[in-house]
């Protein structure tokens, strides 16, 4: 479902969906503030840039999606699909570090942060003393897991240190300094792409080995209370 339409005012999707800024900067949403007529339609908004609004629509609603999903069913393949939309937020948040908006910056990066930090605990609580029955397995030790995750960890702690001090010298003050946070960002989501591989490849597999049907099912439910 669509939560933007045409006649959508950019000021009240701007003030409902925060995150759709970060789409609205690209084509020059700090000037469009300014104006006279800042309460213009999207369909406007997108006339006056001479792009299609539906392009436009599709930009935004897909960023609205991201931003306010929850994390996917219930499945082992779910578990893979919350990596991807992991990666999404992500990528949202250097989307508005690099158009400068830090505070949209910054609260993406919580929820990234938060989401990481859940899906890590499901992993090391509920499923890894399960995956631990198959024995040694080469190239899928525990320990990688456990080591990659407090490595993603370290990671994000680093982004969280330094935007406070972005946000108060501001982006074009401290270029440099966001310039080393998307030099992290690049080592993050290769971690995290590499975490995600192995996964796909020997531990989901694994777990489908060695539980029952019925002890998945469990699992899962474990794995996502309602």
């Known amino acids: 479902m669509n939560r933007i339409d045409a006649v959508s005012l950019v000021e009240e999707v701007v003030g409902r969906y925060p995150a759709t800024k970060v789409v609205l900067s690209r084509y020059g949403l700090d000037a469009y503030e300014e104006a006279e007529s800042s309460r213009q339609s999207v369909s406007r908004f997108a006339e006056d840039r001479g792009m299609p609004v539906e392009w436009l629509l599709e930009e935004l609603n897909r960023v609205v999606d991201i931003s306010l999903q929850e994390p996917p ?23 508005a570090l690099l158009a400068g908006n830090l505070s949209l910056a910054l609260e993406l990066l919580e929820k990234v942060e938060a989401e990481q930090r859940e899906h890590i605990r499901i992993e090391e609580e509920i499923l890894l003393p399960v995956y631990e029955r198959a024995g040694e397995i080469p190239g899928g030790k525990p320990e990688f897991y456990l080591n990659e995750h407090k490595k993603m960890l370290g990671i994000l702690d680093g982004f969280k240190e330094a935007m406070p001090r972005l946000i108060r010298e501001g982006s074009d003050e401290n270029r440099r300094g966001v310039i080393e946070l998307f030099d992290q960002g690049y080592w993050f989501k290769r971690l995290h792409e590499h ?7 020997i531990l989901y597999p694994v777990l489908d080995r060695v539980t029952s049907e019925e002890e998945r099912d469990q699992l899962l439910k474990e794995c996502f209370p309602e």
């Open 73 to 95: 069913p219930t499945s082992f393949l779910s578990l893979l699909e919350t990596h991807e939309w992991l990666d999404e937020l992500f990528l949202l948040y250097q989307e």
């Open 195 to 201: 975490h995600d591989q192995r996964e796909k490849n």
